[in-house]
């Protein structure tokens, strides 16, 4: 990316901020059985959905939101939220892209996010989700001739409900934790994938979610099986109206890799961090797991994170197939009074089951940015290997990075091996820079992108770009 | 003082009081004032006992602590022991040596505590809230003021007499600005003997104090060993802590220092080896509060057959510390097909104008560096036993006093048999 091209976006600010004027169907705040009676209804959802809402709701009730991680954020009424929000529209819903909101497309549109039939240029399927519900999913035919299920969560739930039943919960079990226990509730849409065995997924699938309401939380939940020796490739994007009140988004994410399948989830998160003084933004306590649950099985979680006023976020690997493999790559990016507590957990089960975590931290202003990860090798994982790099970049007197892993070895023939370090741009880098006419901020974007690459170099091409600009865009006026 | 009611009280909690109450007459005012030890009760119920759940616990084995028979000491005042059926190690060439059997000095061997107050009343965090026991319960205390320059050994020895019940060691150390120590405390217990041992170490360094500190925990096999130490470094100090744990059932240190002034350096090196069920758990917490603060890190842990080994490094650079510079080097070795290793190092950095790095490994022994030995026609156990010597080495070749370091050895020989049989060492 050429430096005029940086200082352009370091220039801009937050430009997803903006507010769709649609009559929406919003429930009253607050959360009891009746919420997650009328959110089930709503979906026309089977009583085993229903009953397994209302067990989670009850756990839920006697759980406390945990404290352990390096944030402070202001207590978060969960009496005040309404749960349940989607704009309004025909009783069947939209039947096709022609069908759906020309104000929800237009969103869409200004959103870059490709939903039109142009969008066929770019390859990629899109489930784009808006508020409570998604609003529209495309190439579902082309998808559906490979074999390949891409559809609404609600959708997945009337369509088939066996893979439903068997799937769900399997790897984020409604005990969880407090936010996916809280999730597994009030949840009210997201994504489903299947690739059936032996099918490599013929395009990127990609969801897009918009938070549009106000006094609403955001609950999806997403769920992606690859079966024996097949993948998927699968974008996930976010953004948000600006508001001078803390929204909050908790949302689920279970993967599922049979033998010899491949999962990749990128995921580029842009919610609403907040203004220069901290207020307002979004709260993202968000739970992604995967389970590589036969042999060979490989799951890969690539995330760069730059929005949000809160990030508590653990995307994990379950290793248990033999040689099945996990990786971790991150880069998390906090400005202004951004906050993020994020990391992954390397759970090795099976033997010879290999994992790599490359986290990048970079803070400026006041942002505080911690690494947390868990490294564990079970009895049974004979042979299993962790690599793990964990760098942070300090820019600002009064940022703060935070490095917490967590190492627990119980197989003498198991090896783990961790590195972190923490730094702010040396001086004989800038110097090099500035020596052969680069401005500072040109050069600290230069430095910025090339401590990066290593993560960035693991996105899809088009997500790679997008994550550039966004990291140039949320360091701005870091550099003084 | 009446117990205190709380709603942290739980049962071993409840147990502790009891037993309180039951000596709380007789503890000497000398050891702490009934006053500071009335504090920590009611701080201990505040806190409440310990689980596995709070982060800095979740590698105690607290079981072996909740099944302590009694916590009240049963040898209450100094006494003259018979020290011929203890075996002391021989003494240090140019230490003075001071005992304390069941935690009371022997009155032959060690200062009776002056009445000054040595170092401020520690207030435990959390973390180290075990601390607060031996605040409790405590006979006696080595209360030392350091000027110039010195050298000290003291040795804490369990003996028969303290069997099934709880001894308290306690050290309070000052050292005056410019002067320079070096300290051996050293923990003894004769074997078979089921005790609890719970040790304070509170230390405060003057400007431009140097202290090395070597510290060797070589109690009893049956033995439940706490060791809760508090150091805070002024302007220039140094201090260097070498520790060698091999001993007591299960074990836990919980560390805390604090450089509060500009140029404060410390280093902490050590070791860990176990075998059978024994859980040598340390925490150790850095705070750099002050410019230009130093912390060097160096801990190596060995767990053989069902042993665990966890370490917790938690290095924290305040706002105010610009210029710090960091570095943690932590290194297990599984031994055992039942054992374990937990590491954890922690950063906690608040300012940008700093060097802060870790490194942390787990694993088997190196199979290259095998490789290059078994191709030198070495045969397969003694390679193995030469590689995990070095792999202590670090540690051990720190220890510059000889015969300090032959003793280390020997103990961390002992916990390796086949480290005895290749006859290396000194």
């Known amino acids: ?103 929800l497309l237009a969103t869409y549109e200004k959103l870059g996010v490709p939903l039109h039939e142009r969008a066929r240029l770019a390859g990629v399927a899109v489930d784009a989700v808006f508020d409570s519900v998604s609003v529209a999913t495309t190439f579902k035919e082309r998808l559906s001739a490979a074999g390949v299920i891409f559809c609404p969560f609600s959708e997945a739930v009337q369509k088939h409900p066996a893979l439903l039943e068997r799937y769900l919960g399997s790897v984020v079990p409604y005990t969880d934790n407090f936010y996916a226990t809280l999730n597994s509730a009030v949840f009210t849409d997201g994504s489903f994938v299947y690739v059936p065995p032996g099918v490599r997924c013929p395009m990127e699938l990609s969801t897009y979610f ?243 690459r290593t993560v960035f170099k693991e996105l899809p091409m088009e997500f790679a770009v997008e994550a550039q600009n966004l990291l140039a865009v949320s360091l701005e006026g870091a550099v003084g | 003082m009446a117990t205190p009611t709380t709603t942290h009280r739980s049962g071993i909690v409840d147990r502790i009081m009891r037993d309180y109450d039951a000596v709380a007459a007789r503890l000497p005012d000398a050891a702490v004032t009934r006053a500071a030890r009335g504090r920590s009760m009611h701080e201990l119920a505040r806190l409440g006992w310990p689980t596995t759940r709070d982060e800095q616990w979740r590698y105690t084995n607290l079981r072996a602590f909740e099944r302590v028979a009694e916590f009240a000491p049963r040898v209450l005042t100094p006494a003259s022991g018979d020290t011929a059926a203890l075996e002391l190690p021989p003494a240090l060439p140019g230490f003075e040596r001071l005992l304390y059997i069941d935690g009371v000095r022997d009155v032959a061997a060690a200062r009776a505590p002056t009445r000054d107050t040595i170092v401020p009343e520690t207030v435990w965090s959390a973390e180290q809230r075990l601390g607060l026991l031996c605040d409790m319960f405590a006979t006696d205390v080595a209360s030392l003021r350091i000027r110039g320059s010195s050298a000290i050994e003291v040795l804490f020895v369990t003996s028969a007499a303290a069997a099934g019940a709880a001894c308290y060691p306690r050290l309070q150390l000052a050292l005056e600005p410019g002067s320079q120590l070096q300290l051996v405390e050293r923990h003894l217990g004769a074997p078979e003997i089921p005790t609890l041992v719970c040790a304070n170490v509170a230390i405060e360094l003057g400007r431009g104090a140097q202290l090395t500190h070597y510290r060797l925990q070589q109690c009893g096999v049956h033995t439940v060993f706490a060791d ?56 150790l917490k850095v705070e750099h509060r002050a410019p230009d603060t130093r912390t060097d890190e160096v801990f190596r842990g060995i767990a053989d057959e069902h042993a665990r080994i966890a370490f917790s490094g938690h290095i924290h650079i305040a706002a105010a510390a610009p210029g710090a510079d960091a570095r943690q080097s932590l290194r297990g070795l599984i031994e055992g097909a039942g054992a374990e290793i937990d590491l954890r190092p922690r950063l906690e950095i608040n300012t940008d104008q700093v060097k ?9 022994l190196d199979e290259n560096l095998m490789f290059y030995l078994l191709a030198r026609g070495i045969d397969r156990s003694t390679a193995r036993a030469l590689l995990k010597w070095a792999f202590l080495g670090d540690v051990l070749r720190a220890i510059e006093l000889p015969q300090l370091r032959s003793a280390a050895e020997h103990g961390a020989a002992g916990q390796l048999p086949d480290i005895m049989a290749i006859g290396a060492l000194t």
């Open chain 1, 210 to 452: 918009r938070i549009n309401a106000a006094n609403t939380g955001q609950f999806e939940r997403t769920l992606i099986i690859a079966d024996k020796g097949a993948y998927v490739s699968y974008l996930e994007g976010c953004t948000a109206p600006m508001r001078d009140e803390n929204q909050l988004h908790a949302a689920v994410v279970e993967l599922v890799a049979l033998d010899d399948a491949q999962i990749k989830y990128s995921t580029v998160q842009n919610w609403y961090p907040g203004d220069e003084n901290g207020r307002g933004g979004i709260y993202n306590f968000v739970t992604k797991r995967g389970e590589c649950r036969g042999r060979n099985a490989r799951i890969s979680w690539t995330q760069v994170e730059t929005g949000s006023a809160i990030t508590w976020k653990y995307p994990s690997c379950i290793l248990r197939g033999e040689n099945s493999v996990g990786e971790f790559y991150s880069v998390a990016t906090v400005n202004n009074y951004q906050q993020a507590d994020t990391g992954t957990k390397m759970v090795h089960i099976g033997a010879n089951t290999r994992s790599t975590i490359v986290s990048k931290g970079i803070s400026a202003g006041h942002g505080q940015n911690a690494y947390r990860g868990l490294v564990k090798m079970l009895p049974s994982a004979t042979g299993a290997r962790n690599f793990t790099q964990c760098d942070s970049l300090l820019m600002g007197k009064n940022s703060g990075a935070h490095t917490f892993p967590y190492i627990e070895v119980r197989n003498p023939t198991a090896t783990v091996e961790h590195e972190a370090s923490t730094s702010r741009i040396s001086e004989e880098q800038l110097f090099y820079c500035l020596q052969r006419g680069i401005g500072t901020e040109d050069a600290v974007n230069m430095i910025v992108s090339g401590f990066c």
């Open chain 1, 1 to 103: 990316m050429s430096t005029p091209d940086i200082d352009a976006l370091v220039n801009r600010s937050y430009r997803h901020g903006f507010i769709t004027d649609i009559e929406s169907d919003t429930v009253a705040p607050g959360l009891d059985e009746s919420v997650v009676r009328l959110i089930s209804r709503k979906k026309g959802e089977p009583q085993f959905l229903l009953d397994w809402r209302l067990r989670a709701l009850r756990h839920w009730q006697g759980m406390r939101e945990p404290h352990w991680a390096h944030l402070r954020y202001q207590p978060i009424d969960y009496g005040a939220i309404s749960y349940y929000s989607a704009p309004k529209q025909a009783k069947d819903g939209p039947k096709s892209l022609a069908d759906v909101d020309p104000k």
């Open chain 2, 228 to 283: 809760t130490l508090s150091a805070q470094l002024t302007d220039e100090a140094s201090y260097s802590v070498r520790q060698v744990a091999i001993g007591a059932a299960s074990a836990r240190t919980s560390a805390q220092v604090q450089l509060a002034g500009r140029g404060a350096a410390f280093s902490w090196q050590a070791i860990a080896v176990g075998r059978a069920q024994q859980v040598h758990d340390t925490a």
């Open chain 2, 356 to 364: 802060a790095q870790h490194g942390a490994t787990t694993g088997a």
